[in-house]
Every structure is written in C-alpha cells, then in structure tokens.
C-alpha cells in the first residue's frame, strides 16, 4: 500500500533523523510499481514469445512448437487477465 492510502499523509509519518526526506513507505511504494510494472511486461512478452513459436511452427510444419507457442500465448493472456483486474482493485 502507498503512502496516502487510506487517510495517510502523503510523505509518510517521519522523514528520519538524517534528514532523509523519503520514508521507507515512499520506497515500498515505488518498489511496488516497479514489480508492477515488470509483471504487466512479462505477460507482453509470454505473449510475444507464444506468436513466434505458433509462427515458426507452423511454418516448419512441426504441430508440437505450434501448441507450445499457443499454450504460451494464452500464459501470457491468463497473466495479463490476472494483472488487469489487480489495477482494479488498486486504484
């Protein structure tokens, strides 16, 4: 949870003796979206991945590579599915 959720001030509750002025809640926060982030392109490139083996399957007339590359494809579909409604409930 980022700062400024639920009734919090936006710069977290101390600033720190050193005269930091991010918290350790601004730093989880943006740890957070990072992860986030690098999910979400993780399911763009199963994807991606999945159409290049499906393709190249097919063109080598090789089914197994073809099912492969659709069975990823649809990794890729689940996870991206999976991330789209974790944004719901996050915003």
């Known amino acids: 949870m980022c700062p400024g ?4 001030p936006k710069g977290g509750f ?3 003796l050193n005269g930091d002025t991010k918290s350790s809640r601004d730093i989880e926060c943006s740890l957070d979206v990072n992860s986030v982030a690098k999910k979400k392109s993780r399911a763009k490139m199963e994807q991606a991945k999945g ?10 007339g ?3 590579l073809e ?4 069975a990823e494809q649809a990794k890729g579909d689940a ?3 999976k991330e789209k409604a ?3 409930f996050r915003h």
């Open 86 to 88: 974790k944004d719901v």
């Open 67 to 70: 099912a492969e590359g659709r």
């Open 51 to 60: 159409k290049v083996k499906e393709a190249a399957g097919r063109t080598v």
């Open 5 to 8: 959720d639920w009734g919090m």
């Open 14 to 16: 101390d600033p720190g």
């Open 62 to 64: 090789n089914e197994r």
């Open 79 to 81: 996870r991206q599915a």
